[in-house]
């Protein structure tokens, strides 16, 4: 399994990026896949999950404010950000696994698959 993140860009406080996710391999309305992010000199978080085509989660710093979408006929996952802050300035990433259990979504450790991130920059 292949994944390929872009989207990632400059943008102002307030502001809209979508990044997108191409996922090549595997059976794609099997996979689990995440979104996650690295800020500077922090740990990588979990922004949001989508277990197989199910309903997506996210973390409470984005809730209201980010979604998680897939179009299973270009095998290709979503992360649609709104009002974008300076503190989700962040290198992104996604994730992909076809065999986690729904209580694992959550762990970063459990997923097999990852993209190259993309950097999301948030600044006036």
């Known amino acids: 399994v292949q994944l390929q993140a872009s989207g990632g860009g400059l943008v102002q406080p307030g502001g809209s990026l979508r990044l997108s996710c191409a996922i090549s391999?595997?059976?794609?309305?099997?996979?689990?896949t995440g979104w996650f992010r690295q800020a500077p000199g922090k740990e990588r978080e979990i922004v949001g999950t989508m277990f197989r085509g199910g309903v997506p989660r996210y973390a409470d710093s984005v809730k209201g404010r980010f979604t998680i979408s897939r179009d299973n006929a270009k095998n290709t996952v979503y992360l649609q950000m709104n009002d974008l802050k300076p503190e989700d300035t962040a290198v992104y990433y996604c994730a992909a696994d076809a065999n986690l259990i729904f209580s694992s979504m959550w762990n970063e450790g459990q997923y097999d698959y990852w993209g190259r991130g993309t950097q999301v920059t948030v600044s006036s």
């Open positions: 391999g595997g059976t794609f309305s099997r996979l689990t």
